[in-house]
């Protein structure tokens, strides 16, 4: 069983920076896509960074220029580098990676998340 663990969350004042970090436990080349989302209470789990090993990495228009995803190939980890923290951005983040199936659709994995507070 693939497991993510997040790490890096916290509490960090308006316009600051955090970055996440999320040790996966398979190889990268045994995935189909990576990345992160949020998830607020009583809302629906949001898109905020996402690579495909096609080679793009799609991000939410509200964290474009603000937040960067990176991986760490040796280490089975990656990255999110926020900066220019706003409020709204609390919420807690979690790690995803998912792999094709033979047949069709994919198999998703999730990390337990990691909660980022941001104060104003």
């Known amino acids: 069983q693939v497991q993510l663990v997040e790490s890096g969350g916290g509490l960090v004042q308006s316009g600051g920076s955090l970055r996440l970090s999320c040790a996966v436990s398979a190889s990268f080349h045994s995935f189909n896509a990576m990345g992160w989302y949020r998830q607020a209470p009583g809302m629906e789990r949001e898109l905020v960074a996402l690579f495909t090993f096609g080679g793009t990495t799609n991000y939410a228009d509200s964290v474009k220029g603000r937040f960067t995803m990176s991986r760490d190939d040796a280490k089975n980890t990656i990255h999110l580098q926020m900066s220019s923290l706003k409020p709204e951005d609390t919420t807690v983040y979690y790690c995803?990676?998912?792999?094709?199936?033979?047949?069709?659709?994919?198999?998703?994995?999730w990390g337990k998340g990691t909660q980022v507070t941001v104060s104003s």
């Open positions: 995803y990676a998912d792999r094709l199936l033979s047949c069709s659709g994919t198999s998703q994995f």
